[in-house]
Every structure is written in C-alpha cells, then in structure tokens.
C-alpha cells in the first residue's frame, strides 16, 4: 500500500480545567505498537500520581512484506474510568480526524466533582482534539527501511546515489561500508535497481 496517509507533526500537548480536575492530552507519532506502548509508558512514568492515564493509538501494522499491504490496529483504555467514558472518545478523535501511526494518552487529576460519563466524555475528546491541534497533522507516504553493503570502491558511487535521491541515510564505515536506508515505499524499487547497477551487482542490498 503506497497512498499517503494523515499522521500528527510531532509532538502534541494542552491542559485545561473541568469543574476542579485537570486534564492533560498528548500526542506523539509512532511508527510502530512499540511505539505507541513505549510512549504510553512514559507518559504514565511522568504522571504517577495522576487518577488516570488513559491511552488510545492507531498505528499501521504490516500484513505481509514490504509494500504489500497494511492492518490498522487500534486500541483504547478507560484505565478505571467508567466503560466507553475515556478511552473510547479519545480514540474516536483519531478516527475522525483519519489519523494513523498516532498515540494520545489523556491524563487526569481528579478534582472532586464528578462528572458524569456524558462530561468525561466530553473532557477526553476535547483533550485529544486539543493536542492533536498543538502538533498539527501532515501527509505521509508509507516508508521502507533497508541496508546496502559494499567494498570501499563502490562507497562514493552509492553514497553519491543516495544523496541525489529523495531518502534519508546513515552510513557505516568498517570493514565495508554499509548504509541504512529510509525511502518512500513506492520509490523503494527504483532506488536499490540503481545502486545495483551502478555497481555492476556488488551491492548487498537488504
């Protein structure tokens, strides 16, 4: 799958007040569920001593090899606040907005008034919409990682490739030289059949 997909900036943050308790949203691109779940982590790490922590991601998951084709896993916690008052509402927010490879995480502190499932609702949403806002949403291509190993001759012909090329690269130099690769899914092809050409198929490519 190589259509563009809508995702958030960056990082995301906003806090306000609902009768006495303190709701903090925020968002973070993640490229993978490790990615989603290690910044839940650091968010509850960070706030806990908060009342609830409360997380909802969408994030594409390969169904095969590169390219061919993706699932979106999606998931959501009330994290002790009553069932569909939290975590859904959050997640319906990145729903709304069709954004992928996204995490929120609503954090609050109790206040002492409660506020009803309708108004927690309500507080989560408006906390995830609030932060997705702060971070701002982009389009995205579907991007593809690869390695391209070679001898020392042919390290300034590729180097000299990939520079000229739209990917982002880090080289490695050792006994050979070897570079990491990150390219747009639809130009992927492309590019490893021009650095094997230009180096007559003494590329490893990975």
Request: aromatic letters at 10%.
């Given at each position: 799958m190589t259509e563009a997909y809508l995702t958030v900036a960056g990082r995301g943050e906003a806090d306000f007040e609902v009768q006495?308790?303190?709701?903090?949203?925020?968002?973070?691109?993640?490229?993978?569920?490790?990615?989603?779940?290690?910044?839940?982590?650091?968010?509850?790490?960070?706030?806990?001593?908060?009342?609830?922590?409360?997380?909802?991601?969408?994030?594409?998951?390969?169904?095969?090899?590169?390219?061919?084709?993706?699932?979106?896993?999606?998931?959501?916690?009330?994290?002790?606040?009553?069932?569909?008052?939290?975590?859904?509402?959050a997640l319906n927010v990145l729903q709304q907005r069709d954004v992928e490879n996204a995490v929120?995480?609503?954090?609050?502190?109790?206040?002492?008034?409660n506020l009803g499932v309708g108004g927690l609702a309500r507080a989560y949403s408006r906390a995830a919409k609030d932060a997705i806002d702060a971070a701002g949403v982009v389009e995205q291509r579907p991007r593809e990682r690869f390695s391209i190993t070679?001898?020392?001759?042919?390290?300034?012909?590729?180097?000299?490739?990939?520079?000229?090329?739209?990917?982002?690269?880090?080289?490695?130099?050792?006994?050979d030289v070897s570079f990491d690769v990150t390219v747009a899914v639809e130009d992927a092809g492309d590019l490893r059949e021009r650095v094997q050409s230009a180096t007559s198929g003494r590329a490893d490519v990975e």
């Open positions: 006495g308790s303190e709701f903090v949203g925020y968002v973070a691109p993640a490229a993978t569920v490790a990615d989603a779940e290690a910044f839940v982590e650091s968010v509850e790490r960070e706030h806990d001593d908060a009342t609830h922590n409360v997380p909802a991601y969408r994030v594409r998951v390969e169904s095969g090899g590169p390219g061919e084709g993706y699932m979106l896993r999606e998931y959501q916690s009330d994290d002790g606040e009553p069932t569909g008052s939290a975590g859904k509402p929120v995480v609503v954090t609050r502190y109790y206040g002492g008034t070679v001898e020392y001759d042919d390290s300034g012909t590729v180097r000299g490739i990939l520079e000229s090329a739209d990917c982002e690269f880090d080289a490695d130099y050792g006994e």
